[in-house]
């Protein structure tokens, strides 16, 4: 393999992450109708849980009672962070859902490094918030139960990288293991109570699987694939594209079409995302890797 094809290869693979897990996502939102979002989110959190534990076999590696305590938050907070994102985009379109998302790790980056410059980061981004507004005769309103299951999901997202940041220490592939089955363990109740025997119905158990190789298995191994490549501050920029990602994927997929205004809105977000990880010392950018 060439230099250059080397150095390629770990971008690739994260724009090749991005682009499937939007896929996956949108195509989990095809199966609302049949288990609910709820139901969706426990197969999304289940399913990828028993990958990663046979992927991972965490329990051949015993840990203390203090690290235990800490990926079992980071586990409760990943599994209501999937569950909020899914019941969001019920009702607002993908793209939008994403965006309003990315508040959650926006708010950490800048919030970490407190430079005047990230005041004009801020401020982009609450004229992208702003945007979401019906102030575009061509935008539909948007279900303020929706968004504000997507800004519960962005709070989440932050405590996600807050708490994971905890668990550095230990194996990044057995955390992220056992912290999505201790989501799974409050996820799937959930999802097992609101969708009942439709949720063990052989061939919707067969799309969720579907949907959590889409959107949890495979993300994560090609994010694991470019983070050995890429440096945590341009992982972050490249990782911001996901709100423009996901709304084209909700308009190829879904058909969710959005006013210019909303495209103006996932634009100012996603940069006002990039420029705080630009503006943010090197050692203070977090790894957001797919939960």
């Known amino acids: 393999m060439s230099a250059a094809r080397a150095r390629l290869l770990p971008y690739a693979a994260l724009m090749a992450a991005i682009v499937v897990l939007c896929v996956g996502t949108s195509f989990a939102k095809s199966l609302f109708p049949l288990v609910g979002a709820q139901g969706t989110t426990a ?53 939008l859902a994403i965006a309003i998302e990315f508040m959650g790790p ?76 201790t989501a799974a363990l409050i996820v799937a109740p959930i999802g097992v109570i609101s969708a009942g025997a439709s949720l063990f119905h052989p061939k919707v158990v067969l799309l969720g699987l579907v949907v959590a190789v889409l959107s949890s298995a495979i993300p994560y191994s090609l994010e694991m694939i470019a983070l050995r490549g890429i440096p945590k501050r341009s992982f972050g920029v490249v990782l911001s594209a996901e709100p423009a990602v996901g709304a084209l994927a909700g308009l190829v997929i879904l058909g969710e079409h959005l006013a210019a205004s909303q495209w103006l809105a996932i634009v100012a977000i996603i940069a006002a995302s990039a420029g705080a990880i630009l503006t943010t010392p090197a050692d203070a950018v977090t790894e957001e890797v797919t939960p």
């Open 43 to 95: 197969y999304r959190v289940g399913f990828s849980a028993l990958i990663l534990l046979l992927v991972w076999r965490p329990w051949r590696h015993p840990l203390s009672r203090a690290d235990l305590g800490r990926i079992a938050a980071y586990g409760a907070v990943m599994g209501l962070m999937n569950l909020c994102f899914y019941m969001a985009i019920r009702t607002v379109p993908l793209g």
């Open 106 to 181: 926006l708010a950490v980056a800048v919030a970490s490094s407190r430079k005047l410059i990230h005041f004009l980061w801020i401020g982009l981004a609450v004229l992208g918030l702003a945007l979401l507004l019906p102030v575009d005769p061509g935008a539909k309103p948007l279900d303020p139960v929706g968004v504000g299951f997507a800004c519960a999901a962005a709070v989440m997202w932050a405590l996600y990288i807050i708490l994971g940041k905890r668990t550095g220490h230990l194996h990044a592939g057995r955390s992220v293991a056992l912290g999505m089955t």
